[in-house]
């Protein structure tokens, strides 16, 4: 893939999301500014009670994105409002091109040599939120999309002390395993279209540098769970794609990981890099990451 090629695909992205974003915001809670450097807001569902731990998710855009476009797209702040959990979409900084992008891994996507620390920031956001509010230790996770995907891997496997669970649509993690290296288990769920143009479902290159398909991305962590080295399809089918006919994903995983982790791989079969999201797409999410706590 050509450096013109990969930054065109990418910003081709932006007229999806920007269509999406005409749809109105869903329900959710009130919004709490962080300011600082790099400020953020954090949703706080109404339902939110000090002497009740809740649950933390944060939600990671993709390349050329914005937190408020990703949410606009993922729709999870009205099953966030719904289930009581603290929710920030934040935004990463902005490149040579002035594409808001996030230093994740030597594939994506930080074209222009930043050296921005992506890393210290989210957990800056974790810490933050935590000191403020009564946050579930056991229940802090992260969800990405694309460049967000990477990303949401990059912190799994630096921070699998804190974070829970992991959840990343069209992003892989590490080519390099010895890159990966988390210090206890953590759940995740992969999720990628067979017909991805974008980030290729088989692996692929962005500028010359080498990421991982799909079942590679999934395997590498099954090894570092301890989970069973075959992976294994479920009977499940889910409908994840508004404009495919039928229950179009399926389902595969490994079992047999430590602390009750799992490793997952939803395939959505003809899914382009940014499908038409079905509505309940959200809550199939949310309903993996909350069913994995820290042990």
């Known amino acids: 893939m050509n450096g013109r ?42 339902t939110y009670n000090k002497a009740k731990p809740a649950p933390l998710i944060l939600a990671l855009h993709g390349y050329t994105s914005s937190g408020d476009e990703t949410e606009k797209y993922l729709q999870l702040a009205s099953v966030a409002e719904k289930k009581g959990i603290l929710y920030v979409h934040p935004d990463g900084t902005q490149d040579g091109a002035a594409n808001r992008f996030w230093n994740a891994t030597p594939a994506c996507c930080n074209f222009y040599s930043s050296k921005v620390n992506d890393d210290a920031y989210l957990m800056n956001i974790i810490d933050a939120v935590s000191k403020r509010y009564n946050v579930d230790q056991k229940r802090i996770y ?5 460049n967000g995907g ?21 992003g892989a993690t590490f080519d390099d395993p010895k890159s990966c290296k988390p210090t206890s288990p953590i759940s995740v769920l992969q999720i990628w279209g067979t017909s991805d143009a974008t980030i290729a479902y088989n692996g692929g290159d962005i500028l010359g540098n080498t990421y ?43 079992d047999g990981c430590s602390a009750k982790t799992m490793v997952e791989l939803w395939t959505i079969h003809g ?25």
Request: proline fraction near 6%; charged fraction near 15%.
């Open 5 to 46: 090629y990969a930054r065109r695909s990418f910003s081709a992205i932006v007229v999806a999301l920007v269509a999406l974003s005409m749809n109105p915001l869903p329900a959710q809670g009130a919004a709490v500014a962080f300011p600082g450097a790099r400020p953020f807001s954090l949703i706080v569902p109404t």
């Open 142 to 146: 992260v969800v990405g999309h694309s």
């Open 150 to 170: 990477f990303m949401t891997h990059h912190m799994g496997c630096t921070h699998s002390n804190r974070i829970a669970a992991i959840a990343s649509f069209a």
């Open 212 to 254: 991982p398909g799909a079942l590679k991305t999934v395997a590498s962590w099954a090894k570092l769970d301890g989970c069973s080295s075959k992976i294994k399809a479920s009977k499940t089918k889910l409908d994840l794609e508004a404009k495919l006919a039928g229950a179009e994903t399926s389902v595969s995983y490994f």
């Open 271 to 295: 899914g382009v890099h940014v499908p038409t999201l079905a509505r309940n797409f959200a809550s199939k999410v949310v309903d993996f990451l909350l069913a994995h706590p820290k042990a």
